[in-house]
């Protein structure tokens, strides 16, 4: 199915796209619609067929892909984790005082 194929050759690029959509935080959850919504609009933003139905096939293709390759894992049928440390929060550093 060209829509699977086309998101899971973009995986960096969708996942930015996640982002910009939903709070997507490394080690953050992420939740069966959130990546099946995400899923919808960035097959329309790319004109391929993101029909609800369509999307449901590609998100759980997608989902295992990215399990597969250590971007998720698995807490529940519906929750990931997203191991994605490019979106990592920046550390702040505590001063101690002396």
């Given amino acids: 199915m060209k829509e699977i194929d086309f998101v899971i050759s973009h995986q960096a690029e969708f996942l930015k796209f996640l982002k910009s959509k939903f709070p997507v935080i490394h080690n953050s959850n992420l939740f ?29 293709e997608v989902i295992k892909t990215f399990v597969q390759n250590g971007i998720l894992k698995k807490i529940n049928e519906q929750t990931w984790v997203l191991d994605y440390p490019e979106f990592a929060l920046p550390r702040i550093e505590k001063k101690t005082t002396a």
Avoid: C, N, S, T
């Fill in 32 to 60: 069966f619609r959130d990546i099946h919504y995400g899923i919808m609009w960035y097959l329309q933003e790319h004109k391929l067929d993101g029909r609800y139905q369509i999307a449901e096939k590609v998100v759980q």
